[in-house]
């Protein structure tokens, strides 16, 4: 019974984080503070770099270059941010005497990115009834 009820209690608060962005639109004068979008992820490259990494394993840093059409320097900078914030991890090696730069989605990447998409459709929800 204590599963179940743990269960239940997690699916509500899934369904409460979900909803509040829309709650918060359609209800602005409830005492409830909107939740901010996370501009960290928000920015386009790093968008990009996050939902990337959601559907691969992994991928080097040439194959995000070339698949967000992006330069070295945009794609390092971006990357820093994202690394800093815990959201991917960098592993860099060797392929015989060429470096190789490997990049990682993590647990809070995941869950930041879960957050964000959550919040832009509560917000298409909202737009799409008001």
Do not use: W
Request: proline share 3%; with cysteine; hydrophobic share 40%.
């Amino acid at each position: 019974m204590a599963k179940s009820s743990t269960a239940h209690q997690e699916r509500l608060q899934r369904s409460r984080e979900r909803d509040a962005p829309l709650e918060a639109i359609r209800n602005p004068a409830r005492e409830m503070v909107p939740a901010e979008l996370d501009r960290l992820i928000h920015e386009r490259i790093r968008l990009g770099i996050v939902s990337a990494l959601a559907v691969n394993r992994s991928l080097t840093f040439n194959e995000l270059k070339a698949l967000l059409k992006t330069t070295d320097g945009n794609l390092s900078v971006h990357a820093r941010k994202l690394e800093e914030a815990d959201y991917i991890v960098c592993t860099k090696s060797f392929d015989g005497r060429l470096p190789k730069t490997v990049y990682r989605l993590t647990a809070a990447g995941r869950r930041a990115l879960e957050r964000y998409l959550n919040h832009m459709e509560a917000l298409i929800r909202a737009t799409r009834e008001g």
